[in-house]
C-alpha cells in the first residue's frame, strides 16, 4: 500500500522529547511519506528538539511561543514565504501552573485559571487562524485532549475546564473551516508517561487503573495515538470533522 501522507506537509506543534505524543505522530507522519515542520518553545528547548527533528530528518524547525500572538503571526509569514501549502496541523500543547495540579480546583486562581486556557486551548484558534489561509488544498487540524474534559479525574482540575474549552473549540473551528475543506478533530488519549505526567500525583496508579479495567486491559501506546491522527490527517479521515476520537484502551466507555 502506498504512504498515506505522501505529498502532504505537516506543522506540529508539541514535540519537546522522545517521550511526546507529538514525537510519536511525528515519526509515523514521516513512516507515511509527510514533510514535517516542528516548532518548539523558547531556547531550552532548541536544541533537543533540534536533535529529534535531525533523527527524523526534518529540516524545518522554527521557535514559537503559541502564547504570543506576534510568534504565531511570524510563524505563519514564516510557512507563507516558503510556498508550500500547508495539509496537517498538530496542535500537541498544555499548561497549567503545577501547583493547580494538585490543590483542590475550587482554589484556582483567575490566573492560573487564564493561563491554562490561554496555551492549552485558545492556542487552537490562534494557530488554526494563521495558518488555515495557507491550507488551500483542505486540510486536517488535530489536538490532544485528556478524558478529564468530561470526567472529573482528581488533580486534573484546571486542566480539565481548559481541555473542556480545547473540545468546543474544536466543534467550533471544524463548523467555520469546514466549508474550506479543512477537518478539526481531537484525539482523546489515554494516560501515558509523558513529560506532561511528570510529578503528577498517584500516576502510576492511574496507569495501573486502566490497564486492569480498560476493555484492552493495557495502557495506551503513544504509537497508537500516532495511528489515529495519521488517519485522521490522511484521506481517509476525509468524512471526520468537530470529533473527538478517543484512543484509551476503551476505558471511556466504563461506568464502574
Ligand atoms: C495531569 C495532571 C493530573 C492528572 C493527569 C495529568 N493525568 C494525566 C495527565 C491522569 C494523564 C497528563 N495530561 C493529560 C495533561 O494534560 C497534562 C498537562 C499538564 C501537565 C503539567 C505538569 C508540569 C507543569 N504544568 C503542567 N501543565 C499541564 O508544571
Not at 507529538?22 to 511519506?33: H, K, N, S, T
Request: hydrophobic share 45%.
Amino acid at each position: 500500500m502506498s504512504k498515506l501522507l505522501e505529498g502532504k506537509t505537516a506543522l506540529i506543534l508539541g514535540v519537546a522529547n522522545k517521550w511526546s505524543l507529538a514525537y510519536a505522530i511525528a515519526q509515523a507522519f514521516r513512516r507515511e511519506g509527510a514533510d514535517l515542520i516542528l516548532t518548539y518553545q523558547g531556547e531550552r528547548q532548541e536544541q533537543s528538539v533540534k536533535q529529534l527533528a535531525a533523527d527524523l530528518s526534518v529540516t524545518r524547525v522554527v521557535p514559537c511561543d503559541v502564547s504570543q500572538d506576534a510568534e504565531v503571526d511570524r510563524l505563519a509569514e514564516m510557512l507563507r514565504s516558503e510556498g508550500d501549502p500547508i495539509d496537517a496541523i498538530v496542535h500537541s500543547i498544555a499548561f497549567a501552573n503545577r501547583e493547580d495540579l494538585s490543590r483542590p480546583f475550587v482554589q484556582t486562581s483567575r490566573e492560573g485559571y487564564l493561563l491554562a486556557q490561554n496555551v492549552s486551548s485558545y492556542s487552537l484558534v490562534a494557530v488554526s487562524r494563521a495558518i488555515a489561509p495557507l491550507m488551500s488544498k483542505g486540510g486536517s487540524i488535530l489536538t490532544l485532549s485528556y478524558l478529564g474534559a468530561v470526567r472529573v479525574l482528581p488533580n486534573y482540575n484546571v486542566m480539565g475546564v481548559a481541555k473542556a474549552a480545547l473540545e468546543s473549540a474544536v466543534r467550533y473551528l471544524a463548523y467555520d473551516l469546514g466549508p474550506s475543506n479543512i477537518r478539526v478533530n481531537a484525539i482523546s488519549a489515554g494516560p501515558v508517561k509523558t513529560a506532561s505526567a511528570r510529578g503528577i500525583a498517584d500516576f502510576n496508579t492511574i496507569l495501573n487503573h486502566v490497564a486492569a479495567r480498560s476493555p484492552l486491559r493495557r495502557n495506551t501506546d503513544p504509537a497508537e495515538v500516532a495511528d489515529a491522527a495519521v488517519f485522521l490527517a490522511s484521506d481517509l479521515g476525509r468524512g471526520v470533522t468537530g470529533n473527538v476520537l478517543y484512543v484509551d484502551s476503551g476505558f471511556q466507555i466504563m461506568g464502574l
